[in-house]
């Protein structure tokens, strides 16, 4: 493939460059992977003297690409069923939400960062959800919403339980049966077998397991606290994982209509149009192209994707008719966020 060569020279330096110990690709377009590969090894070389290599079926945590793959997808679904419209003020299903500041909050507003929330709680997380839904419910908001935009943690996670309460299922097994003729990889809190062979990140110094390596264990403290499903992080899965449903949206928002439900061109379509609120580049759930985006200055306009904290991120381009996936391990003893998106605009220019 045109560019792999050039994408893999990226990685291979970042790699040296210790931005990252693993990482796994899968490129292609709406049939197949056109490029598949992993290099690094799965822990740094202080944790082991023979670490494990990283391969293309090795599980990282995805971190916040669980909001598009996961939340949105099964909030998407919940419209296609009617279950959920989008223009449902927010307090129609959290008593909590109030406030003549809250009244006029939808849900559209929650998937596209621009509710007022802030990013994350003023204090350390709750024991619970019960706990979390009072404190997100009841929090100061930061602005008026759709004034602006500003990405939420939280956000999120009151649309995870918005997923379990109008879905009549735990989040984690909403989206086992939304992804089981699809990716079935893709999955909340991998099982016991599984765990090992994940690539490793190192919980924050904020984080009460500050310091630990967690193998197979969400990062995210949120999602921690939350049983390690949540609506915004808890999600791992391999690069083929990724890929598989990459391709599944890809052939939607290039028209096909032949996907499960709810992947319908129009449902992605509208899920994956740029929002309307100023300044911002987010859709439902999704980021869109921008020259200054972690997907580089290459991809065509109609582009959208999603990063995650730990590494981790998945950019379609359906008038290019390509996707990519690219999961590393950052988040354990790795780089910094800017030099993290440095590589993947490196990484997307090489390739677009």
């Not at 945590?61 to 449902?88: E, I, N, Q, W």
């Not at 003020?89 to 809250?102: K, L, M, N, S, T």
Request: proline share 6%; hydrophobic share 40%.
């Amino acid at each position: 493939m045109k560019g792999s060569d050039a994408a893999r020279r990226v990685l291979e330096t970042a790699n040296r460059a210790r931005i990252f110990p693993a990482a796994a690709v899968d490129v292609g377009d709406s049939d197949r992977p056109l490029w598949q590969d992993a290099l690094g090894s799965l822990t740094s070389g202080s944790d082991a003297a023979r670490p494990a290599p990283s391969a293309i079926d090795t599980p990282f945590d995805l971190a916040s690409l669980t909001k598009p793959l996961a939340t949105a997808a099964l909030v998407m679904r919940l419209v296609d069923t009617g279950s959920v419209t989008l223009d449902a003020r927010v307090g129609e299903y959290f008593e909590e939400w109030r406030g003549p500041e809250r009244r006029d909050t939808t849900i559209a507003d929650l998937l596209e960062h621009a509710s007022g929330l802030p990013a994350r709680l003023l204090d350390q997380p709750p024991a619970g959800r019960r706990e979390f839904e009072h404190d997100i419910c009841t929090m100061p908001l930061e602005y008026a919403a759709r004034t602006r935009s500003l990405y939420s943690d939280v956000g999120f996670i009151l649309l995870g339980f918005l997923v379990a309460d109008r879905g009549g299922a735990s989040l984690e097994n909403q989206f086992a049966s939304l992804v089981r003729a699809i990716a079935p990889g893709l999955m909340f809190m991998l099982p016991i077998g599984t765990r090992r062979m994940a690539a490793p990140t190192t919980a924050l110094d904020q984080d009460f397991r500050r310091g630990r390596t967690l193998v197979g264990e969400v990062h995210d403290n949120y999602a921690a606290a939350l049983g390690g499903a949540a609506g915004h992080a808890g999600l791992f899965g391999t690069a083929e994982d990724v890929g598989a449903y990459a391709r599944v949206v890809l052939r939607a928002a290039r028209g096909d209509s032949r996907g499960p439900a709810p992947f319908t061109p129009s449902l992605v379509r509208r899920f994956t149009t740029r929002s309307h609120v100023p300044a911002s580049s987010r859709a439902l759930g999704w980021d869109t192209m921008l020259p200054t985006s972690s997907c580089g200055t290459r991809m065509s306009p109609s582009a959208f994707g999603h990063v995650g904290f730990t590494g981790t991120s998945l950019w379609i381009d359906p008038d290019r008719n390509r996707y990519f996936v690219l999961l590393t391990n950052r988040a354990h003893g790795g780089g910094t966020l800017e030099q993290m998106r440095e590589v993947r605009r490196a990484f997307h220019d090489a390739l677009a």
